[in-house]
């Protein structure tokens, strides 16, 4: 059983909580992911490690409540426990040898993924540029971390109604435009976000890592539903990944993959009990 140590609403939709996971903080780096099960009849869900403190002993995980078992786990609080988190998964990021300007690109709840990886590359050295991106201000997260984990941090809303009003990819396109060399971008967030970054960074051939979010039920390679087409051949996600060359990823069969399960995956209400199926 793993303790909830603290839990924070971030915004509507977004819960964030501290994990005590002493074991997977102690070896837990950016890119990495554990898989959670809130109790004997929860699904397992992947989530990537929004932060760790090898001191405490925590893991902190950020996810979205969109379906049933989001919504399960949602209502643990502070205290309670969860049945399983198993990790660190997957590949930590590797990031490109020297670089000393890199952009980091997150869109929506994309950004709790994104932040350790400007946190990092920060702690190294290396000049963060941090682009996120979000529908509008109420849907805002981390801003006070992101901002303290990059050396210029422009948030994006669509609706214009906190600071910069368009796309990440627009802000990205003008940082380029206005004469900055990245020696590498990292975007993570939706799957079409991450395509379009792709497209602005292709032409300049600036290093693109993307962090990909297939379907994944076990996490160890032994399911094979996270694969995806890189560089034309078939890779896995949760092995493999979940970073991967932006310029070599096929987004399109990757957005068709992940929508194979859509209506089953609609959360439902019952009125008598309140339960969530």
Wanted: with cysteine; proline share 4%.
């Amino acid at each position: 059983m793993y303790k909830i140590l603290k839990k924070k609403q971030l915004n509507e939709q977004v819960v964030l909580i501290e994990i005590d996971a002493p074991f997977i903080a102690a070896k837990a780096e950016p890119g990495q992911f554990v898989i959670v099960r809130s109790d004997e009849k929860g699904e397992r869900i992947p989530f990537t490690i929004s932060d760790y403190d090898r001191e405490k002993g925590t893991i902190t995980v950020i996810y979205q409540i969109i379906g049933a078992s989001t919504m399960r786990l949602a209502q643990l609080e502070q205290g309670d426990s969860i049945l399983d988190v198993a990790g660190p998964l997957g590949v930590a990021t590797e990031y490109a040898e020297g670089a000393k300007r890199v952009a980091v690109v997150g869109g929506g709840v994309g950004c709790a993924i994104a932040y350790p990886q400007a946190k990092k590359l920060f702690g190294m050295g290396v000049t963060v540029d941090m682009i996120a991106g979000f529908r509008s201000k109420d849907f805002i997260i981390l801003d006070d971390e992101m901002r303290a984990a990059s050396s210029e941090l422009h948030i994006c809303t669509d609706d214009g109604s906190y600071g910069y009003k368009g796309f990440v990819t627009n802000k990205l396109q003008e940082l380029i435009d206005s004469g900055i060399h990245y020696d590498e971008v990292i975007a993570i967030g939706p799957v079409p976000m991450m395509k379009f970054v792709c497209r602005v960074t292709e032409p300049y051939g600036i290093k693109t890592l993307v962090s990909l979010n297939p379907i994944m039920v076990d996490g160890t390679g032994m399911c094979g539903c996270c694969r995806v087409k890189v560089g034309g051949k078939i890779r896995y996600a949760c092995v493999e990944g979940p970073d991967f060359d932006g310029h070599q990823v096929d987004f399109d069969e990757l957005m068709r993959r992940n929508s194979t399960y859509k209506e089953h995956e609609a959360r439902h209400i019952c009125r008598l009990t309140g339960g969530v199926r």
